[in-house]
């Protein structure tokens, strides 16, 4: 089992830059995929990016457009998410998980991300 953490969120200008963090417990952490999801209200839940195990494989949602980069650090148990050129339709709540068996079984609290005009 792992539990996750995430950090970093805050209030930016549009065209700035954010880093995420999703700090992750549990030995077994760099056998997990990850990905970050995100919420914004009154609307569903959609994906963002995922990073393989071992971090060698990367996949972007669209809309990301080059923008943001996932990577990982699994001395530090941890995830981040680098976001750029940051727009207002990007604030939500952001959500790493960790996959066990092709799911998306852990989640962490989320952090919130907010993009001013």
């Known amino acids: 089992q792992v539990q996750l953490v995430e950090s970093g969120g805050g209030l930016v200008q549009a065209g700035g830059s954010l880093r995420l963090s999703c700090a992750a417990s549990?030995?077994?952490?760099?056998?997990?995929?990850v990905a970050w999801f995100r919420q914004a209200p009154g609307k569903e839940r959609e994906f963002v990016a995922t990073?393989?195990?071992?971090?060698?494989?990367?996949y972007y949602a669209d809309f990301v457009k080059g923008r943001f980069t996932i990577s990982r650090d699994n001395a530090k148990n941890t995830v981040y998410l680098q976001m750029a050129s940051l727009k207002p339709e990007d604030t939500a709540v952001y959500y790493c998980?960790?996959?066990?068996?092709?799911?998306?079984?852990?989640w962490g609290q989320g952090t919130q991300v907010t993009v001013s005009s």
């Open positions: 998980a960790a996959r066990e068996t092709r799911q998306y079984k852990y």
């Open positions: 549990g030995r077994t952490f760099s056998s997990y995929a």
């Open positions: 990073i393989s195990s071992s971090g060698g494989s990367t």
